[in-house]
């Protein structure tokens, strides 16, 4: 008994072929089944890889239609970015949070209604990566750093209309800050991150009890550092030993009011640097603005150069800050691998460098660096990263004798620098 099968295929249009009964057809059929189900199995799979990803949905949250339409036109520039709704002021922002689920929210930090207490409803109602905008003026600057504390993702300085170069790197650092949110633990549309495992231990140090006693410590962040500091800095005792070089990025006209705001929240004390001034213990030290900062010898330690890299008994106030404009390559002024350098320059391997959360790279040659010279390399984890890019890239090429949750920060600073507490 025999059946027909109809078959087309690359030559075979609709063609019938006789096929009679076998007793190996079961086998054959299934053989052939398996076969297309593999291939159908492949051919998924492969859709699956070329698909490109869904657009990352913002809402633009402005008083100003100027703005508004200002930011969307930016923003068009990228085609993973997509604009699915705007608002005028934080009422409007917060019902259309709700509504639309953004994947971010761009908000202006001086939006009509008070748009650090929208953000505190977002964050409460329906938490999702907000982006702030504000002045950079001191009282700006101010709002910022509050929004920053409330659970704003990032910030950047207000958007100019003005069309040039500085409207493209203003366009470029929204385009970046929007995909790193849409990356972060608060996005949660968003398919979340492969975790990174490191294909080896981090790079053993000298023992604990061979390893020379840090004399500074240089600590860089970018993205989340705010916080960061803010939970990081209060932990610390108001007899460090030490100094401390902290490098934010920022725009200029913020680290001011940061390190005012770190300083009410601290023990010890915190101040934004100035040039000439001298490097004492006990002090934390922000970079400004727009200026790279570097460390020097005072006139009376030139002669003695191992003084500050191998004595004991040496002084940190024998050094002092130098701003500067120079190197006028690096992409971030201030720059962290500027600052960790210049340490290690002077204090060899009594430099600490510490790399918190931040996007980017900058870090990676200043602690590799600290690494090469002796020194100890720290750096944040990814699970208490806002942004685990400037760690990442440290973890990932080898440098990180130490790798902690922000928490355990201040524990490891103290064990490493031989803490005794006051009796």
């Known amino acids: ?74 923003l068009d520039s990228s085609p993973q970015i997509r604009v699915c709704g705007t608002a005028r002021d934080g009422q409007e922002v917060l019902e259309k949070t709700k509504l639309l689920q953004p994947d971010v929210v761009l908000l202006d930090a001086e939006l009509s209604l008070n748009g650090v207490g929208a953000l505190k409803r977002i964050m409460s109602d329906c938490p999702c990566p907000v982006i702030m905008f504000s002045s950079a003026t001191r009282e700006g600057a101010a ?21 040039g170069e500085n409207a493209l790197k203003v366009q470029q650092d929204l385009i970046e800050k929007i995909e790193a949110a849409s990356h972060s633990w608060l996005a949660r549309k968003r398919a979340p991150l492969r975790r990174f495992e490191p294909a080896a231990a981090p790079r053993a140090g000298l023992p604990q009890r061979s390893r020379p006693i840090p004399r500074i410590i240089v600590l860089g962040t970018s993205t989340g550092g705010p916080v960061a500091l803010q939970r990081l800095l209060p932990e610390l005792p108001d007899d460090l030993p030490v100094a401390m070089i902290v490098v934010q990025h920022m725009p200029p006209g913020f680290t001011g009011p940061l390190a005012k705001r770190l300083d009410g929240l601290s023990r010890v004390k915190v101040c934004e640097a100035g040039h000439g001034q001298a ?38 106030h024998q050094v002092s800050i130098c701003l500067s404009y120079n190197p006028s390559g690096k992409a971030h002024r201030p720059s962290v691998d500027v600052a960790m350098v210049s340490a290690v320059e002077v204090f060899g391997n009594r430099t600490l460098g510490i790399i918190l959360t931040g996007m980017g790279t900058d870090g990676l040659q ?40 922000l928490s355990e920060v201040p524990q490891r600073i103290l064990q490493a620098i031989h803490y005794l507490p006051k009796v």
């Open 279 to 316: 490097v004492v213990p006990g002090t934390v030290y922000i970079a400004p603005a727009g200026h790279h900062t570097t460390l020097s010898r005072n006139s009376r330690s030139q002669d003695s150069e191992s003084n500050l890299r191998n004595s004991e008994s040496n002084h940190p």
């Open 143 to 163: 709002v910022t750093l509050e929004a920053l504390s409330a659970g704003a993702f990032d910030y950047l300085p207000q958007v100019s209309s003005q069309r």
């Open 1 to 74: 008994m025999g059946f027909e099968q109809g078959f087309s295929g690359a030559g075979f249009p609709n063609t019938s072929f006789a096929v009679m009964d076998s007793p190996n057809m079961d086998s054959a059929v299934k053989t052939s089944k398996t076969r297309n189900d593999g291939a159908d199995l492949r051919n998924s799979s492969m859709n699956i890889l070329h698909q490109p990803l869904p657009a990352i949905r913002i809402l633009i949250a402005d008083d100003s239609a100027v703005m508004r339409n200002e930011l969307s036109r930016m």
């Open 366 to 405: 200043g602690m590799t660096a600290i690494r090469d010279a002796g020194g100890l390399t720290m750096g944040q984890d990814e699970a208490s990263s806002v942004v685990y890019g400037m760690p990442r890239c440290c973890a990932e090429h080898g440098i990180l004798q130490q790798v902690v949750s």
